[in-house]
């Protein structure tokens, strides 16, 4: 019996992703330098709005990439390895609970990614920007795509890297203020997460121009605990 020839494993690999590194191969065709953005973190009571960018390099495309909410946490750490390991370039910003009620989530959204763009350490021809609004403020040439990290391989892979960074930071900061359960809800406005904010108040952590932040009357010694978590 006559085997079949196997096919190249990129030419698999592209066909198993769906189109996903349609605007990778566009800009690789012509040498342009393709950088991809997302964030998270903007609808949490609590926590930073974090935000990646990722520069793939196309002679080591990467299987599996997906919206991060579509990955399982063991599947998304396993991914950030692979893209941190395998990318061109990629870098990640964070902007504090503080600059979220002063600016409003947008602005603090844009400002998160225009500080992990200015941490990559090479030059991009083109940003790709998930949704529908492009960053204001931007040097370079930008495309904003709606739904992007499900259709761009770029965008898949920063929000792989900004959820997983973000997980982490909640993670951490949950041994210092232990009795919110950070490490369980990220910050999110679970039943246990409203509770704790009823029964104990904010901590520095908390975005306070959120509804469902609501300070207790009275002293509140979490709000001024420990040092300063952003600059």
């Known amino acids: 019996m006559r085997r079949r020839a196997r096919r190249p494993a990129?030419?698999?690999?592209?066909?198993?992703?769906?189109?996903?590194y349609a605007q990778e191969e566009a800009a690789w065709a012509t040498g342009v330098r393709l950088a991809g953005v997302?964030?998270?973190?903007r609808g949490p009571l609590a926590g930073p709005v974090v935000a990646a960018v990722v520069v793939?390099?196309?002679?080591?495309p990467i299987g599996g990439l997906r919206d991060s909410k579509l990955l399982s946490p063991r599947q998304r750490v396993r991914l950030a390895r692979v893209i941190r390991a395998q990318?061109?370039?990629?870098?990640?910003?964070?902007?504090?609970?503080?600059?979220?009620?002063?600016?409003n989530v947008l602005q603090a959204t844009w400002r998160a990614m225009r500080r992990a763009l200015g941490r990559l350490a090479v030059e991009p021809g083109l940003v790709l920007v998930d949704g529908p609004l492009r960053?204001?403020?931007?040097?370079?040439?930008?495309?904003?795509?709606?739904?992007g990290d499900r259709?761009?391989?770029s965008i898949a892979a920063a929000s792989i890297l900004a959820k997983v960074a973000r997980d982490a930071f909640m993670i951490r900061v949950d041994r210092r203020y232990p009795d919110y359960g950070f490490r369980q809800h990220k910050g999110y406005a679970t039943a246990a997460h409203l509770e704790a904010l009823a029964r104990l108040g904010p901590c520095p952590?908390?975005?306070?121009?959120?509804?469902?932040?609501?300070?207790?009357?009275g002293s509140t010694p979490q709000d001024d605990a420990g040092p300063r978590l952003w600059p």
Do not use: K, Y
Request: glycine share 8%.
């Open 10 to 20: 990129q030419a698999l690999l592209f066909e198993l992703e769906e189109g996903l």
């Open 38 to 41: 997302d964030e998270v973190g």
């Open 56 to 60: 793939l390099d196309p002679r080591a």
């Open 87 to 103: 990318a061109v370039a990629w870098a990640v910003g964070r902007v504090g609970p503080a600059r979220v009620d002063t600016d």
């Open 135 to 147: 960053i204001p403020r931007l040097p370079w040439p930008q495309r904003a795509i709606v739904r």
């Open 151 to 153: 259709r761009c391989a």
């Open 205 to 217: 952590l908390h975005r306070r121009s959120f509804r469902g932040v609501l300070p207790r009357s």
